[in-house]
């Protein structure tokens, strides 16, 4: 074998030694990226359930004064009518 054709393998084997180092620092850092994605989307969603709990909490409150205001209407006016409970 020639000095030629040994440097030549050499050059090829570490060519190919350094590309697939590159291949897995490449993909190494596509599964880190993918993890992250993966958390990032975790806590989007835990932030929107308890956003949505809160919302439903909110609305529940807001309903029950609703009904507490109307039913104080509604006992007013049968007061003024002479209608209500006389307590």
Known sequence: M???Q???GQTHGETQAKTEQWVDSAKN????A?????EAAGKTQ???QR?????????QQTGEQ???MAQGAID???NTLGIGEKK
Not at 29 to 32: D, P, R, Y
Not at 34 to 38: E, I, L, P
């Open 2 to 4: 020639s000095s030629a």
């Open 6 to 8: 040994f440097n030549a």
């Open 29 to 32: 850092t596509a599964n880190k």
């Open 34 to 38: 993918h993890d992250k994605a993966c």
């Open 46 to 48: 835990e932030q929107a």
């Open 51 to 59: 956003s949505k709990e809160e919302s439903a909490g909110f609305l």
């Open 66 to 68: 609703v009904v507490h």
């Open 76 to 78: 007013g006016v049968k």
